[in-house]
């Protein structure tokens, strides 16, 4: 069975306001390889682990339906609390028991999630929903992210090297599959054709203070927040510090550089 987390509201809160959207570079390199394999009529895409719906809204343009499926109910009702498509819609279920028809889905994808899915169950409901030559797409990103802002870029990334290893110890074997960029997984998938795309970079600017919201958003800072949380809320606090003495600011909202780099599994069903 998959691994449960991102459950409790306040972390859900969290996960809404300081995850990633879904870059425009990895959803045309979804879709370029689905109309490269399967070709269109593109009508039903399915997002797992889509937690409050930021990746599944940016496939809406593309199919007739999209279906946003987490494990956490109060996951699906922050997503459906974002105004959003009408072809778009969420419900509550399993990686492992995604409840569609055989053969009836032509797109399955998971956003930062696969290396929380029972892998061999997984496998198997996917190959009983997808049509043939539908198309599975997993992506995660790549753990440090890098920082930037004026002449101290090497030193935030220093900081935030540090503080990733200050929450080490609260990671579960799940999280070190994202550090092993997802090779497990890779080997996991069953379709002969598969393919794996690696570093795949695109930036965004943010306030320092999202990089803190970003850090307690994670599963394992959550875990280290509930063991200790005096520690965890002054590593977080001493981290921003550290930023904002580093970048000679004294603003929050002071804006800087974040470089994300992606890498994405691609697999197709065999006709």
């Known amino acids: 069975m998959a691994s449960r987390l991102f459950e409790e509201r306040e972390h859900v809160a969290l996960y809404l306001k300081y995850r990633l959207p879904s870059p425009f570079q990895i959803r045309n390199l979804i879709l370029d390889y689905l109309q490269r394999k399967k070709g269109k009529p593109f009508t039903l895409a399915v997002d797992i682990g889509c937690g409050s719906g930021q990746s599944t809204r940016g496939l809406a343009s593309y199919f007739e339906k999209v279906v946003g499926i987490d494990v956490s109910e109060a996951q699906i ?14 419900r509550q279920g399993l990686a492992e028991e995604l409840g569609f028809e055989d053969s009836s889905v032509d797109l399955i994808t998971a956003a930062e999630a ?6 061999e169950k997984f496998m198997k409901e996917v190959d009983r929903v997808l049509k043939p030559k539908g198309c599975l797409a997993l992506y995660c990103y790549r753990v440090p992210f890098e920082v930037h802002y004026n002449d101290c870029s090497e030193r935030l990334i220093q900081i935030v090297q540090q503080t990733l290893k200050t929450l080490a110890p609260y990671e579960s074997e799940r999280t070190q599959i994202v550090r092993n960029e997802y090779k497990e997984i890779f080997d996991a ?10 570093s795949i970079s695109f930036k965004q600017l943010v306030p320092v203070l999202w990089i803190k919201g970003f850090f307690e958003s994670l599963s394992f800072y959550q875990t280290f927040q509930k063991k200790d949380p005096e520690a965890a809320k002054a590593t977080l606090e001493m981290m921003e510090k550290d930023f904002m003495q580093t970048m000679g600011v004294s603003s929050r909202e002071t804006v800087l550089e974040v470089k994300w780099t992606a890498f994405c599994l691609l697999a197709s069903k065999p006709e």
């Open 114 to 119: 696969a290396h929380w899915f029972d892998l």
């Open 189 to 198: 998938i069953t379709f002969p054709d598969k393919e794996r795309v690696d």
């Open 77 to 90: 009702e922050e997503a459906k609390k974002v105004d959003g498509p009408d072809n778009v819609s969420y």
